[in-house]
């Protein structure tokens, strides 16, 4: 039996995190601080379980065991899911950090972890550290740490609601103070912390750093990063808005700004997340509703060939995510 699936959120109560995610999306038993939301995830940190329907109470990965290729799709290889997609708020900074690449990743271990931030929400002034500055080295890198200068070496790109960026494995970035964000990543909890600004945990000490591994996967001639630019897309109803926002070998994104209902025809190459952003959605399959409520995400079957989705209010947007 094949439908969309709601997962219950996974919730990370990390030092940096606040309130947004409880007071934006009408969340109820987030911990404080509410740092993270692991929407879908089959990772063994934080396993998604479902919470309706058919196979509610089942972890995603006995699901995708179970059904293979009817849920992940063709393009899948094996039967893990891909993807781990979370929301992001970002009270305070976090720490500047790197993730491995899949070389960096076979070469010294970890899990790769290439990913994508979509900004919900921003501060006037928002903006994140992504990449390095042109003539950074290893040898100037690692003095900087030393010297606690870090911040001087950082490219700072601003950024606003509805804006895009995308952060490869080998990257050394941070997001900063009032973003709130959409992630898109590689299913992978891999993170090398190169400097946490001198704060303190509960406990009166710093978070472990991880400079020996940092230094190991950083990609040192990685290109400079800027923010995304959405490519126009034609809808199957002329009256919707469609926008590619990212495709990278792992994923790609989509936007859609519904004006009525749009239907999706799916070729079982994957399945297909969306995410109700601003507006409660509802997905039709043979004739069935499906409610999904603002700021939560669904999961539909490679194996559902066509469904329907509308928004429950005017010019409802959803992001669309499959391999």
Request: net charge negative; aromatic share 8%.
């Amino acid at each position: 039996m094949l439908y969309p699936m709601l997962f219950k959120p996974v919730y990370r109560d990390y030092i940096w995190g606040g309130t947004s995610i409880a007071g934006a999306f009408s969340r109820e038993n987030t911990p404080t601080p509410c740092a993270e939301s692991w929407e879908i995830s089959a990772h063994p940190d934080g396993m998604s379980i479902v919470e309706n329907g058919e196979y509610a109470g089942k972890p995603l990965q006995e699901l995708c065991e179970e059904l293979g290729q009817d849920l992940l799709g063709s393009f899948c290889e094996g039967k893990v899911f891909p993807l781990l997609i979370k929301l992001i708020d970002a009270k305070e900074r976090l720490s500047v950090q790197v993730h491995p690449n899949d070389e960096s990743a076979k070469r010294y271990g970890g899990e790769a972890k290439t990913e994508m931030w979509y900004i919900l929400d921003a501060k006037e002034d928002g903006k994140v550290c992504a990449g390095l500055k042109q003539g950074t080295g290893p040898r100037k890198f690692k003095d900087a740490i030393h010297d606690k200068v870090v911040t001087s070496l950082l490219t700072e790109v601003p950024v606003a609601k509805d804006k895009a960026i995308f952060i490869p494995g080998g990257l050394v970035h941070a997001i900063c103070e009032g973003c709130m964000i959409y992630e898109v990543q590689q299913n992978s909890n891999t993170t090398y912390r190169v400097y946490d600004w001198d704060r303190v945990g509960p406990d009166g000490k710093g978070r472990p750093l991880h400079i020996r591994e940092a230094m190991e996967v950083i990609d040192w001639h990685a290109p400079n990063i800027g923010l995304l630019n959405a490519i126009p897309m034609s809808a199957n109803s002329k009256a919707n808005k469609r926008e590619r926002i990212l495709r990278c070998d792992y994923f790609t994104m989509e936007r859609y700004t519904l004006t009525e209902a749009e239907i999706f025809e799916n070729d079982g190459t994957s399945f297909i997340s969306l995410f109700a952003q601003n507006s409660a959605i509802v997905v039709k399959v043979d004739g069935v509703d499906y409610s999904v409520p603002a700021g939560r995400s669904c999961l539909i079957p490679a194996g559902i060939k066509n469904f329907t989705v509308e928004g429950a209010e005017p010019s409802a947007r959803i992001l669309v995510v499959h391999i």
